[in-house]
């Protein structure tokens, strides 16, 4: 056969045109979907200047006349009266005889100059200074010289916040509301054309001005639905612009939703919304450290077999199966267990309240996901192994004893560990030599966990040392505040000190009261009284009431930084004011130079001895400063610290 017959197929000229014709498909549907995209942005941005004529007509009729109408009817315009020339003599009032000088001698020394101290923001707690981010926000001493500004700019990577570059170089930033409302009515008219989410998407993000911001967020776990565009525009008050051109979105459009198998992640996003902290309220709270930590499936204890069990030593009602097709009825009937348990709306449920609670009955879970109990139960045992719960009971971690670090080292927050089962060597907390505390996602039993003081105080009424009770309580040993959840015996969860009732008759002794914990001053955040004003060195603060030996004055509070916050420019501008409020807190530092409470008026006592000072406390596993007397401090007597050697060793202001 030769290469002239018809019948001759040369297969490597065959393969080879083949992939030529794939390519210049490939190629065709490049260019088709990059005409498209370019017809998207086209389209978009010729839209987006209509939408942007018409709304500057419109809030030039409806807004700024209506405003400027009623300007000038509250200020009226005066018309200018002409000018007068008024000429007076004062050649009659003066004395025809001479006069002799008044001088006045003033001893300079004895005259104290004003006084300036910089604007301080008052707080009730430390506020955790934002580290992400990566751009300065402002220009510190912009009229001063000598501030170094280069070696201040050169630790953002961001560069500067009021600056960004376009094709002609760098411009001033500006933020104009307005532009997020244009774009917002823009997507409305693109809605009503018939673009999908998909395509507002791309445009968002690619056309110029349009923010560059989706309509959604993307779902992953340990991230909130709650973003994007469209979201972010419907927290505010929308302006009441009537748009015919434009129609509403959905209620559910361009909202990101979990599907039916990610009801585990949605619970680890809202978990977020939720201070960690046990003493705070606040949802989204921007005043302590965050946690973030997410939630982890806990590991299982009992097998399947073991879960039966403990079911049928339940006393009562428990006892019995929930209804006909409970597990119990069907666990040791093999053909009853052969039910297929599909992966949809009804299963997903169970699915991820068995990562939360993997020993919990079937009832319970059928009850809760309004489905078989039996399903319930082969599902848990399709899902868990066995084999795995036995092994796991019988490896369990070493315990890690806790070692005394220099108070340089301790941390001033340590972030909770995040694994299941017992702390081992890979625990965060022991790896750190802290406890773990409340937010740890170890189990409870966890041997590292703090317990509190109800073995030394259970049977005190306070957490003093007591003529019974010599043994320190274990919370102050450690410098630590009494927990209010694991603290029973002294009463830790009391707000306030019960009254003390009195006997009737001739011996009217007292009623012993109830425990009350004296170890709660800073988580009770009780207000004492403090005077600041004027002293020997400009500001100070005196007391505004008696304080006892020991009695907290108040909590030293500002802005939370780390020891290598330089990096951020904060040392360069501590240095610059002159004056320094910071105070080391283990590898942290609270600064009060911009916000804090009259704690940041204590002066230095030398050359006399102090008659406060500065002691920290552990509180739901983060370190706050307490400022305590260390005397009996009269009214009206200045309150004084003793700042260091180490501080007058670096610090800026003379000491004379």
């Known amino acids: 056969m030769s290469a002239h017959d018809p019948t001759f197929v040369d297969s490597e000229c065959d393969v080879l045109g083949t992939k030529a014709e794939d390519k210049d498909d490939q190629n065709d549907a490049d260019s088709h979907a990059l005409r498209n995209h370019t017809e998207l942005c086209t389209v978009a941005a010729q839209l987006r200047r209509d939408v942007e004529r018409d709304f500057r007509h419109w809030k030039a009729k409806s807004i700024l006349k209506p405003a400027m109408d009623l300007w000038r009817c509250a200020f009226p315009l005066i018309p200018p009266s002409p000018l007068s020339v008024v000429t007076e003599s004062y050649l009659q009032t003066v004395p025809e005889e001479p006069r002799e000088d008044a001088v006045v001698h003033y001893d300079i020394g004895t005259v104290q100059p004003a006084y300036t101290d910089i604007a301080c923001r008052r707080r009730r707690t430390s506020l955790a200074h934002n580290d ?12 001063d010289d000598s501030f170094p500004r280069d070696e201040y700019m050169s630790h953002f990577k961001g560069g500067a916040a009021w600056v960004q570059y376009n094709k002609n170089g760098p411009v001033r930033r500006s933020y104009d509301p307005d532009d997020e409302y244009i774009t917002y009515m823009t997507l409305r008219r693109l809605n009503k054309l018939g673009w999908t989410a998909e395509q507002l998407d ?34 505010r008050d929308i302006l009441l612009w009537s748009d015919p051109e434009g129609e509403d979105f959905p209620p559910d459009f361009a909202i990101a939703r979990p599907g039916p198998h990610d009801f585990f992640s949605q619970v680890i996003a809202n978990n977020r919304k939720f201070c960690a902290n046990l003493n705070c309220l606040t949802t989204a709270c921007n005043s302590h450290i965050p946690h973030d930590s997410p939630l982890i499936p806990v590991a299982p204890k009992l097998t399947s077999n073991e879960l039966v069990y403990q079911k049928l030593k339940e006393t009562g009602t428990n006892a019995q199966p929930c209804s006909n097709e409970c597990f119990l009825n069907s666990c040791f009937d093999d053909q009853d267990m052969d039910v297929e348990c ?4 009804i299963t997903a449920p169970i699915r991820a309240m068995l990562l939360w609670d993997p020993d919990a009955s079937p009832c319970d879970l059928a009850f809760i996901s309004q ?33 005394q670090k220099p108070k340089h080292e301790i941390k001033a927050y340590t972030q909770p560990c995040y694994h299941p089962g017992q702390c081992g060597l890979h625990c965060s907390c022991a790896q750190d030599d802290v406890h773990c505390e409340r937010n740890c996602c170890c189990e409870l039993t966890c041997p590292r966990r703090w ?3 109800n073995r030394t105080c259970a049977q005190r009424k306070k957490c003093d040392p007591t003529a019974r009770h010599k043994e320190q309580c274990v919370c102050k040993a450690a410098d630590r505040e009494c927990d209010a959840e694991l603290c029973t015996g002294c009463n830790a969860r009391s707000q306030d000190p019960p009254p003390l009732k009195r006997r009737s008759g001739v011996n009217r002794k007292p009623i012993k009261a109830a425990a009350y914990c004296n170890n709660m001053a800073l988580q009770r955040g009780v207000e004492k009284l403090v005077v600041i004003k004027q002293c020997e060195y400009g500001l100070g603060a005196f007391a505004g009431q008696r304080f006892k030996a020991e009695e907290l004055v108040g909590e030293y509070f500002g802005e939370l930084f780390d020891n290598d916050a330089e990096v951020m420019g904060h040392k360069a501008v501590v240095h610059q004011y002159l004056s320094n409020y910071c105070y080391e807190l ?7 130079r911009q916000l804090g409470n009259p704690m940041r008026f204590l002066n230095d006592s030398m ?4 008659n406060c000072a500065a002691y920290p406390k552990v509180i739901n596993g983060q370190r706050r400063i307490g400022i305590y007397a260390l005397c009996n401090i009269k009214r009206g007597q200045e309150m004084t610290l003793s700042y260091g050697e180490e501080y007058w060793g670096e610090n800026i202001v003379d000491r004379d």
Not at 133 to 139: D, G, H, R, W, Y
Not at 586 to 592: L, N, P
């Open 202 to 235: 791309y445009v968002l993000t690619t056309v110029p001005g349009m923010g560059g911001v989706p309509p959604y967020a993307s779902i992953e776990a340990g991230r909130s639905y709650e973003s994007g565009c469209l979201w972010a525009i419907r927290q």
């Open 607 to 610: 050359p006399h001895e102090p």
């Open 342 to 345: 599909p992966e949809d709306l």
């Open 451 to 453: 317990k509190g003081c």
């Open 586 to 592: 283990g590898e942290m530092t609270v600064d009060a």
């Open 132 to 143: 992400d981010n990566l751009a300065a926000p402002f220009m510190p001493f912009p009229d």
């Open 371 to 403: 489905t078989q109990c039996r399903m319930a139960y082969k599902l848990r045992c399709a899902i868990i192994n066995d084999a795995l719960v036995v092994a796991s009971k019988e490896a369990s971690p070493e315990s890690i004893a806790l070692s």
